[in-house]
């Protein structure tokens, strides 16, 4: 039961991490990323602000008490003045105290003074580091932009170039119906006309009808024809007569009244 659930949690976990990577944005993670180390940094200048203030405290401090030494010690010689000894003694004793307490803080003063030096370096040492980072993150965010926008670049020519497959196959498709259908027309009309499908609209005739009419026409072009070939052979010999001989218009009598229904009507009269 624990090896399963610790498969499970296993499962979950890298489940969770591939999520997470996912959503995660390097951009955001390095602004994070400063956005920390520059509290930290504040962290440290508030904390030398404090010492400086600690720091001046203890000088204002020793100021006094050098002040109360100091009217202390001219009590001293007034009271010695006026051979009032008892007095001088109090006096001085009371600056000797002080002198003990100016030692304190001096000491402090001291302490006080290494720990403002020292968060004084590590302020400009932190400074530096988070200028530095800042330099990074900047080229860092510029290098991921410019990663991401070619990676989108070469995904949108990626679904152009699947666009155009998919509409040159389109086309090609277009093209072989438009030649499936021409070719369907076309043999439906060579179906009309030569009357194996009748025609909706030509009247209902059937093939021996339209074999009939087609018999028909040709023998109505031959008569044509054979006309045709008879006027132009009456009309050759006359064309080969010279114009101002009255001997050879004679012989073209015969002709005459088969070409010329006026010859008759001359011979009456």
């Known amino acids: 039961m624990s090896s399963v659930m610790k498969r499970l949690s296993g499962i979950v976990q890298a489940k969770a991490n591939k999520a997470l990577d996912k959503a995660e944005n390097p951009a955001d993670m390095l602004d994070l990323s400063y956005e920390k180390q520059a509290e930290n940094l504040q962290k440290v200048r508030r904390a030398l602000a404090d010492v400086a203030t600690a720091k001046k405290r203890l000088e204002l401090q020793a100021a006094e008490l050098q002040g109360q030494a100091g009217k202390l010690q001219d009590q001293a010689k007034q009271a010695l003045a006026q051979n009032r000894e008892d007095l001088a003694r109090e006096a001085l004793s009371r600056r000797a105290g002080l002198a003990d307490q100016l030692t304190d803080l001096g000491t402090q003063h001291s302490q006080v003074e290494a720990q403002q030096q020292q968060l004084e370096a590590t302020a400009q040492r932190l400074s530096t580091q988070i200028e530095s980072f800042r330099t990074k993150k900047e080229t860092l965010k510029a290098s991921y932009t410019a990663s991401k926008a070619q990676a989108s670049i070469g995904e949108a020519v990626s679904g152009i170039s699947e666009s155009m497959t998919d509409a040159g196959m389109t086309l090609q498709r277009?093209?072989?119906?438009?030649?499936?259908?021409?070719?369907?027309?076309?043999?439906?009309?060579?179906?009309?006309?030569?009357?194996?499908?009748?025609?909706?609209?030509?009247?209902?005739?059937?093939?021996?009808?339209?074999?009939?009419?087609?018999?028909?026409?040709?023998?109505?072009?031959?008569?044509?024809?054979?006309a045709l070939k008879a006027e132009l052979g009456s009309a050759e010999p006359a064309a080969g007569l010279p114009s101002g001989s009255g001997e050879a218009a004679t012989p073209a009598t015969p002709a005459t009244p088969a070409a010329d229904p006026s010859a008759p009507a001359e011979g009456g009269s």
């Not at 018999?215 to 044509?224: I, L, N, P």
Request: charged letters at 25%.
């Open 174 to 226: 277009a093209q072989d119906k438009i030649s499936q259908m021409q070719a369907r027309g076309a043999a439906i009309d060579e179906l009309i006309d030569t009357g194996a499908l009748p025609d909706a609209l030509g009247g209902g005739k059937d093939d021996i009808q339209a074999q009939l009419d087609a018999t028909s026409q040709a023998g109505q072009v031959d008569t044509e024809l054979a």
